[in-house]
């Protein structure tokens, strides 16, 4: 039998297509690619923040800068959404966390698919933002029937990919020649189409109930709407843009500047108004129509640690408290409200992991071993606390792998314009989301926490300190 390719492997021949595919159609992004290929080599170089800001085992982050991407697309129904469950799982992708952007006046909820274990996250870490329209936040009953209606009508897959769906399921692999043909099929379901597939009148009905519906309900499939490389210095990026033609949003989303950065720090460029063509009225009156369709943009983003939930909930609560102060303000003044506001954030990372405010992996220092077991403390935190003093192991940060709602919704609504926005109530829709994924999503803080718990083991383990109860 043929063997099969893994699904790392997969996942990294689709993101290579998918990057390829996205900058023949936005070339904005291949400009973007450039400039951050050329800071990060800047950074590296003059190692201010350089490989300090890889954080998980260097040497393993080192090699997946290049080829780290994230990407978003927006489905239409729960069964769009399950098959997109299926697809993302032949790239060993899962869906991690649940995002309700409904209190931030989207009318969509969403997940994360991206690998979960250290290998396939070293291997290559791409990961899509997949969010689904919630149709019962559309108001007007008529225009809600007729999206429903729309979307029913449309096969966002290729019906070889379903195919290739099936087999993977039954026989549990892709063999070469299955897994270059789903490569393709599958780009497919992502790709631009100019032409919608309604009249303008309908097109600009489903945009003034809300610019995200039209762009769900109007084409052919979920386009890609952006694909974002990783930056490790996101302020000289966001300052060197407009030297590169490229024109950021005003404020970068997420923490401020740090020491030790945290979580996820983004920014991006305005999404491009883009010729499409409505087609001819049923009754041939006349013919195709031409309008405009704002959606797909760049982004660039830099990582820091993942926080424990501790972490999380101080973060959190800075960032609600920093909205006061920050409110009105752009760019540097925006960012050194914020800096304020964060100062209660501990910015080094001994007390940020005695604090348990943030996750850290623990790996023995080459070459060193323990003299005197019987004189380390029996309290595993006070072990681990004195081995890192001793210079025995070593601790570093997690990266952080997932998004955050309030930069999501940051980053949606720079590239949907102020204009329109809506206030939706908070109801939670989590139950209904995973019903239609078909599955529970994973909850990112038990992912880090088995990580960085089954880090320390195993180093300890090398160590000969291995817990014997
Ligand atoms: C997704 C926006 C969320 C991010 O990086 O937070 C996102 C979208 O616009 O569809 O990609
Ligand atoms: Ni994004």
New binding site residues.
Partial sequence: MARHVSCDDIRTRFSSAMSDMYRTEVPQYGTLLKLVADINAQTLYHNTRGEDALTTRGGSEMARIEIER?G???LGTPGELHTMRRVFAVMGMSPVGYYDLAPAGMPVH?TAFRPVTDEALARNPFRV?T?LLRLELIEDDDLRARAAAILERRQIFTDRLLTLLDRFDSEGGLNDEDATAFVIEALETFRWHSHATVDAETYHAFHQAHRLIADVVCFRGPHI??L?PRTLDIDATQQAMPEWGITPKATIEGPPRRNCPILLR?TSFKALEEPILFPADEGGKSGEESGTHTARFG?I?QRGAALTRRGRKLYDQLLAASRDATHGLEGEAQQRALRDAFLDFPDDETTLRREGLAWFDYQPNEGASVTNVAALPRDRGALVEALIEQDVIRARPITYED??PV??AG??RS?LGEGGAQQYAATDSRAEFEAALGAAVEDEFALYEQRSERSLSDCLAQLGLAPDA
């Fill in positions: 994230h978003a697309i927006r969403a933002f969010s709407n952006h974002t983004q982004e983003e998004f955050l930069s999501a980053i949606f590239n």
